[in-house]
C-alpha cells in the first residue's frame, strides 16, 4: 500500500512538472463556453483568450441585460412601458433609442417589408404567448389599421437622455432585430476584453469573431428548411472569419392548423405568415464595418424571406452600389436551389447528398 502510494505521489509529482515546464500554452487559444436561454432561444458563445472566462460570463450579463429591457413579455421592460403607454411618451435607454431608430432606417429600406409595429398581428396568430390560432380576416383589418413604424417618435433630450413615443394602439415588437442587436454589442464586448476569438451563436444569429484556433475561418452549418429538427442536417456550410451570419425561415417557428402551416414571420401587407417562394434567407456581413451590422443583418433577413427570391436579389444588387460586399445572401428556394450571391462564391459549400443545386448570381 505504502508503495503504492508512493508510486501515486511520483506520478502527480511528474504530472505537475510536466504541466509547469510542458510547452506553453497559447493563450489565443484558452476558451471558456457557455449556454444562455435567452430572447426565446437556446443561445451557445465559447470565447479565447486570457479573459475567455471573464468575457464568457460578461456576454451573458450582457445578453440578460438587454432582455430585460427589449422584450415584449417582460411586464418591466422598457418595450412593455413603451406598449403599455396608449402613446404617451416614455422615457428610455440609449439601447432601446438606437433600435428603434435603426429599425424605422430599415422598414423603410425594405418598403415596409420589416415593420417592429407588426406586433398586434403577431400577437392575434398567437406567436407572442404561444396560444396559436388562426385570426379572422375583419380582425386582422382592423390590426392592419395600426401598422405604421413611421409612427414612431424617438426624441433626444438634449442632456444624453431619450424618449419614446408609439402611436395610439400601437405596439412594437423587436423578435426580428433585438437578436442582431445583441450580436452587435457582444462586438464591442469582445473588443473591451481583447477576445481574439469567438463563437456566438444566438438563435438564428451567428457572429463569427475572428478565427479558429489553427487560423482557419470558422465553419458556419446552414440549416436545411426542409430537416428542421434534424441538428448538423445542413444545406450547405459558410467558411467565414469577421462575419455575422444571421438566417430567417418559415420552419423555425409554426404550428399548423386543418392541413396548413401557419408560420411566424408576417407580411406587414396582408397580415398573413409571409407567402414566400423561399424557406430560407441568411444574410452574411463584415462584423467588423461599423457597429450596428448584427442589427442590419437580422432585420434584412425577416424582410428578404417576406419579399421573396426576385425583391430580395433586387435589394441586394442594389445595395452593391454601396461599398464592396456590403452583404451577401444565400437563399434557399421551395423548388430546392441554393442562390448564393458573388461575395459568398469561394466561402458556401453545398453539402454533399443534400439535393440541392447551387446557383451562385451577381
Ligand atoms: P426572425 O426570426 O429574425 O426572422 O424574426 C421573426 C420574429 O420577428 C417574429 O417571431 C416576430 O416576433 C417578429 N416579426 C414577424 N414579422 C415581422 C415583420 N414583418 N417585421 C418585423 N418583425 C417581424
Ligand atoms: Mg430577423
Not at 427589449?70 to 422598457?78: D, G, P
Not at 425594405?110 to 406567436?127: L, R, Y
Not at 481583447?194 to 475572428?210: D, E, I, K, S
Not at 426576385?310 to 452593391?320: I, P
Request: hydrophobic content about 40%.
Amino acid at each position: 500500500m505504502r508503495r503504492f502510494i508512493g508510486f501515486t505521489l511520483a506520478l502527480a509529482l511528474i504530472l505537475s512538472l510536466t504541466a509547469c515546464f510542458g510547452p506553453p500554452v497559447d493563450p489565443d487559444t484558452v476558451q471558456e463556453s457557455i449556454q444562455v436561454i435567452a430572447m426565446d432561444t437556446a443561445m451557445f458563445i465559447s470565447t479565447y483568450g486570457k479573459r475567455s472566462t471573464s468575457a464568457a460570463y460578461a456576454s451573458e450579463d450582457l445578453i440578460r441585460d438587454l432582455e430585460s429591457k427589449l422584450s415584449r413579455t417582460e411586464e418591466e421592460s422598457e418595450v412593455s412601458r413603451l406598449n403599455a403607454a396608449g402613446g404617451q411618451p416614455v422615457e428610455v435607454g440609449p439601447e432601446l433609442a438606437a433600435l428603434l431608430t435603426a429599425a424605422e432606417k430599415y422598414r423603410a429600406d425594405t418598403h415596409g417589408a420589416f415593420d417592429i409595429t407588426v406586433a398586434p398581428v403577431v400577437s392575434a396568430w398567437g406567436f407572442t404567448a404561444g396560444a396559436f390560432r388562426v385570426p379572422a380576416q375583419e380582425e386582422l383589418e382592423a390590426l392592419l389599421e395600426k401598422v405604421d413604424g413611421s409612427a414612431v417618435q424617438v426624441t433626444e433630450d438634449g442632456a444624453g437622455g431619450y424618449s419614446a413615443a408609439l402611436a395610439p394602439g400601437q405596439s412594437v415588437d423587436l423578435g426580428g432585430i433585438a437578436k442582431g442587436y445583441a450580436a452587435d454589442r457582444l462586438v464591442d464586448l469582445f473588443r473591451e476584453y481583447q477576445v481574439p476569438r469567438a463563437m456566438a451563436q444566438l438563435g438564428g444569429n451567428v457572429l463569427a469573431w475572428g478565427d479558429r484556433p489553427d487560423g482557419t475561418p470558422w465553419r458556419v452549418g446552414v440549416q436545411d428548411p426542409a430537416r428542421p429538427d434534424e441538428q448538423n442536417a445542413f444545406a450547405g456550410i459558410l467558411n467565414l472569419k469577421n462575419a455575422f451570419a444571421v438566417t430567417s425561415g418559415g420552419y423555425q417557428r409554426y404550428f399548423e392548423e386543418g392541413g396548413k402551416r401557419y408560420h411566424h414571420i408576417i407580411d406587414p401587407a396582408t397580415g398573413y405568415p409571409a407567402d414566400s417562394d423561399l424557406t430560407s434567407v441568411t444574410v452574411v456581413a463584415d462584423c467588423t464595418y461599423d457597429d450596428c451590422m448584427g442589427a442590419l443583418c437580422d432585420a434584412f433577413s425577416t424582410a428578404f424571406f417576406i419579399m421573396g427570391e426576385k425583391e430580395a436579389l433586387d435589394g441586394w444588387r442594389e445595395w452593391q452600389e454601396g461599398p464592396p460586399s456590403f452583404f451577401d445572401l444565400v437563399l434557399i428556394t421551395e423548388d430546392g436551389r441554393v442562390v448564393v450571391t458573388q461575395g459568398l462564391a469561394e466561402s458556401f459549400t453545398l453539402e454533399e447528398g443534400s439535393g440541392y443545386t447551387l446557383e451562385i448570381v451577381s
